[in-house]
């Protein structure tokens, strides 16, 4: 009864981080034994000559971190490494809508067990044709070749072709 008791005091406040250190904050602060939110999200970014599939903040320079006004100590949060501040309107920390983070969360999870058409795919795996004259087709992901072209084996008249085609045009292949 106490722990239905605790979590509704308990309440989400914002957290500002340094400049590119959310991800510093967020470990460091869990570490300590906070409950930390800091919803991420997958893009596609070029490195290199590829692209690849990085998570990246949501919010870059904020995540949620979930507090007791009464019993837990906050003190330590200011000399945390990553952390810049509370976010404060005047002098007290104000809190987030409880609905919004959970909205949150919710959306993160949910993204987690559909994830998105064009993943970045590993040599070996198994991949369907979603576009084009191919459309329909599986085939095997050889390698990437580029910015946005990628390399599949595909089986053609009984022998093993190798397809340059978008990886726009592609999905994972469901077992």
Not at 11 to 21: F, T
Not at 46 to 62: A, I, N, Q, T
Not at 158 to 173: G, H, P, T
Request: proline share 5%.
């Amino acid at each position: 009864m106490s722990e239905v008791r605790d979590a509704a005091k308990a309440h989400w406040y914002l957290i500002q981080c340094k400049g590119g250190e959310s991800f510093r904050a967020a470990e460091n602060l869990t570490n300590q034994g906070f409950h930390v939110f800091h919803p991420l999200l997958e893009v596609e970014r070029k490195r290199g000559s590829k692209l690849r599939w990085v998570e990246e903040p949501l919010f870059p320079y904020y995540l949620f971190i979930r507090l007791d006004q009464v019993d837990d100590n906050w003190r330590p949060i200011r000399s945390t490494r990553g952390v810049l501040k509370l976010v404060s309107f005047g002098t007290t920390p104000t809190p987030v809508p409880t609905s919004l983070v959970e909205a949150l969360i919710a959306n993160g999870e949910q993204r987690q067990e559909q994830p998105a058409e064009n993943l970045y795919f590993r040599a070996g795996e198994q991949v369907e044709i979603i576009d084009g004259p191919l459309s329909s087709l599986s085939g095997v992901f050889e390698s990437a070749k580029g910015d946005e072209r990628v390399i599949v084996l595909l089986n053609l008249i009984n022998q093993q072709q190798r397809v340059e085609l978008s990886s726009r045009q592609l999905r994972r292949r469901e077992s």
